[in-house]
Nanobody, 125 residues
């Protein structure tokens, strides 16, 4: 049984930093895409960042230059370092895994097979 567990959310002031982690277990993810999405109240789930097994990355324009995604393949873990946080970054952040990359890019949530429960990130102004 696959498990995807996020950690690291919380409350910080604008301009601050947070680091999220996501650990996956239950199968091999050697050719996977690991990504982060977020969903603010009343809004759709949006792509944030993703990273391939070979460390190719993609970022939403809104977070480019502020967020950094990385992964540890040996630990089946993906990280999201978030700097210069803004109130607009407030959302529930979800970790997602596309366990066999389709080649269609990293941003479509329907390509992802496994999802975590989400972790709340709140940025105060």
């Amino acid at each position: 049984q696959v498990q995807v567990v996020e950690s690291g959310g919380g409350l910080v002031q604008a301009g601050g930093s947070l680091s999220l982690s996501c650990a996956a277990s239950g199968r091999t993810f050697s050719r996977s895409i690991m990504g982060w999405f977020r969903q603010a109240p009343g809004k759709e789930r949006d792509f944030v960042a993703a990273i391939s097994w070979s460390d190719s990355t993609d970022y939403a324009q809104s977070v480019k230059g502020r967020f950094t995604i990385s992964r540890d393949n040996a630990k089946n873990t993906v990280y999201l370092q978030m700097n210069s946080l803004e109130p607009e970054d407030t959302a529930v952040y979800y970790c997602a895994i596309d366990h066999i990359y389709s080649g269609r890019g990293f941003r479509n949530p329907y390509d992802y097979d496994y999802w975590g429960q989400g972790t709340q990130v709140t940025i105060s102004s």
